[in-house]
């Protein structure tokens, strides 16, 4: 907050488009913002730093933007932000003296807390400095829970422990593992589908809920376990998967979930508050995709952080 305060940030004006610039979790982080304020009527748009050095000269897709990156040492949103209108780059880093900081006009630093390889504190952070921003730019109401996150974070910790260990061992033993969401629960859902791939080293897809059903849906079976965040269309597939032996994990706000199932033993159900909208509600969905995939990794045996493929040039000195 004191960063804010003394940041040189203005207002971004009704009409304007915010642009979300990242790669990986980052650009998964972005998913939350787009919703949030598609929620409240502004302009926003998720980029993938890459797009935007494939862009012609000079094309600028938003009026503002976030440029973020965990370590403020990804290449490709340094290279895009230098691309970007000079004056309207805010970056999201976890560390404030870092390379993307000399290419942007302000930067937000997360305080340089140690984190997972495969940055899961980073993770949460970036969403909470999201929602810190937007208010301070007016894009989005005061939100008191804000100020709960932290407690709500604890909580979360231990009351999604043992759904969160139920579904560590579902996906442990599975073949793949698909994932869906909408909204700001968007971002969880291509969050957790990233860490399977990148911590478990496992098949893993990410859809929009409706999306799934055009198509993705039907390579579902026994072997595979469904991860669902939401408390609509998703509660729509739990009795059509079911009943064909899948195996699902559903993160929902809405009450009674199992009885739409079509056997219930084949349903782990991840109650919410239904007070948690928005970003703080993403913030709680990635703790607990957060504990599944720890879960997960202990039932295989797997060392997270462990990386098979090193030196892609992802990370630059």
């Known amino acids: 907050m004191a960063q804010l305060a003394s940041a040189p940030l203005a207002a971004l004006g009704a009409t304007e488009t ?24 502004r302009r926003a748009v998720n980029l993938t730093a890459t797009d935007l050095l494939n862009a012609a000269s000079g094309y600028q897709p938003a009026d503002r933007y976030l440029v973020v990156s965990e370590s403020g040492r990804s290449p490709e949103p340094i290279a895009a932000a230098e691309q970007l209108t000079a004056g309207a780059r805010i970056a999201v880093t976890n560390v404030a003296a870092s390379p993307l900081s000399r290419v942007v006009d302000a930067t937000l630093g997360l305080g340089e807390v140690p984190d997972s390889a495969i940055y899961t504190v980073g993770y949460t ?4 400095a999201y929602a810190l921003v937007l208010e301070h730019l007016g894009a989005l109401p005061s939100d008191e829970s804000l100020a709960a996150i932290p407690r709500s974070v604890e909580s979360a ?25 909408r909204g700001t629960s968007f971002a969880s859902a291509t969050e957790l589908a990233l860490m399977l791939r990148e911590g478990l080293r496992m098949p893993s ?3 929009e809920s409706f999306e799934y059903t055009h198509g993705p849906i039907e390579a579902a079976s026994p072997q595979t376990v469904v991860v669902m965040f939401g408390d609509g269309r998703e509660l729509e597939l739990l009795a059509p998967l079911t009943s064909r032996g899948v195996r ?47 879960a997960a990794a202990q039932r295989r045996g797997i060392r997270l952080g462990d990386f098979t493929y090193n030196d892609l040039g992802t990370k630059i000195a």
């Not at 915010?18 to 009527?41: D, E, F, R």
């Not at 910790?157 to 969401?181: H, M, N, Q, S």
């Open 157 to 181: 910790l231990t009351g999604f422990a043992k759904p969160a260990t139920r579904a560590g061992e579902w996906i442990a033993a599975a073949a793949a593992v698909d994932v869906i969401g």
């Open 18 to 41: 915010l642009g979300i610039v990242g790669m990986g979790a980052s650009h998964n982080s972005g998913h939350a913002v787009v919703a949030a304020l598609a929620a409240a009527g």
């Open 205 to 207: 897809g990410c859809y």
């Open 248 to 294: 699902v994990v559903l993160v929902t706000s809405v009450p009674s979930a199992e009885s739409r199932a079509a056997d219930p033993d084949l349903l782990t159900v991840v109650e919410l508050e239904p007070t948690l909208v928005g970003i703080p509600r993403a913030i709680i969905e990635a703790v607990f995709a957060q504990l599944a995939l720890s």
């Open 125 to 128: 952070g970036t969403l909470l």
